[in-house]
């Protein structure tokens, strides 16, 4: 499988991504994981902001590749598309897709489910995708960072 087969099956759209898309999602993930932070929240919240850290991440790795993800499954191919763009191992996407559904079910079935340790290495995710990511950018698409 790759990219251009997710393409031709329709799960993504082609995407020209441009430096100020890249630099927003950046600062935007940024924001997140200095928001993911304050204690007052609770851990479902925490979890749910540096998820959201994670996902502008891998946002970015997708369009700088050229693609964005059609309107079904996104947050689910914007994971796994990671394997494609950054070269995450299985274990990164696995453990980034038990957050993903773990933080749909305490969005939307049963709030406060998720522990303070859950949230913590969430955030601790965030911050390893952010690196990945930053890194593969400079290497493969520097004229994207601005």
């Not at 251009?4 to 600062?27: C, Q, T, Y």
């Not at 997708?62 to 499954?73: H, K, M, S, T, V």
């Not at 965030?126 to 520097?142: F, S």
Request: charged share 30%; aromatic share 8%.
């Amino acid at each position: 499988m790759s990219l251009k087969k997710w393409l031709d099956n329709g799960w993504l759209v082609k995407h020209e991504a441009s430096v100020p898309e890249i630099g927003e999602l950046f600062r935007a993930m940024e924001r997140d994981l200095i928001d993911c932070r304050v204690a007052e929240l609770s851990p479902d919240w925490r979890l749910t902001i540096a998820y959201s850290a994670a996902l502008r991440a891998a946002t970015a790795a997708l369009a700088a590749e050229g693609y964005r993800p059609d309107r079904e499954q996104q947050h689910y191919r914007v994971i796994q598309s990671l394997t494609f763009t950054i070269g995450a191992d299985r274990d990164l996407i696995a453990e980034f897709d038990l957050y993903r559904k773990k933080r749909n079910v305490s969005s939307y079935e049963r709030m406060g489910m998720i522990s303070d340790l859950e949230a913590a290495r969430m955030i601790e995710l965030a911050e390893r995708i952010r690196d990945l990511v930053h890194v593969w950018l400079e290497h493969n698409h520097p004229e994207l960072i601005g």
